[in-house]
């Protein structure tokens, strides 16, 4: 079992930054691809990012691409997604989300195990 939580969301002004955690607990492994998600209020849970590890590189949304930037911290069993440029349309939960080492198109959240909580990101314009 493997428990994660997200910390760092807040409410910052467009074209601010902030920058999410998800900490890992339990049965951590350096194997597991994580993953970020967000969803807004009526609309569907879409992916941001992920680190993946099956393919050894980091894939992002064209919506946030050359925005995002995630990072992990193996010492930490932490994985950090850096957001900035942040536009109002950016507002939303963000979720992390970890699966196992998998040539799987990680960009479905059907194939995460875990998931966090969830904290919540809102920009003004």
């Known amino acids: 079992q493997v428990h994660l939580e997200e910390s760092g969301g807040g409410l910052v002004q467009a074209g601010g930054s902030l920058r999410l955690s998800c900490a890992a607990s339990?049965?951590?492994?350096?194997?597991?691809?994580i993953g970020w998600f967000r969803q807004a209020p009526g609309k569907e849970r879409e992916f941001v990012a992920v680190?993946?590890?099956?393919?050894?590189?980091?894939y992002y949304a064209d919506s946030v691409k050359d925005r995002f930037t995630i990072s992990r911290d193996n010492a930490k069993s932490t994985v950090h997604l850096q957001m900035n440029s942040l536009k109002p349309e950016d507002t939303a939960v963000y979720y992390c989300?970890?699966?196992?080492?998998?040539?799987?198109?990680?960009?479905?959240?059907?194939?995460?195990?875990?998931w966090g909580q969830g904290t919540q990101v809102t920009v003004s314009s």
């Open positions: 989300a970890a699966a196992p080492k998998t040539l799987r198109n990680l960009a479905l959240a059907r194939w995460y195990d875990y």
């Open positions: 680190d993946d590890r099956t393919r050894s590189t980091a």
């Open positions: 339990g049965r951590t492994s350096s194997r597991y691809s």
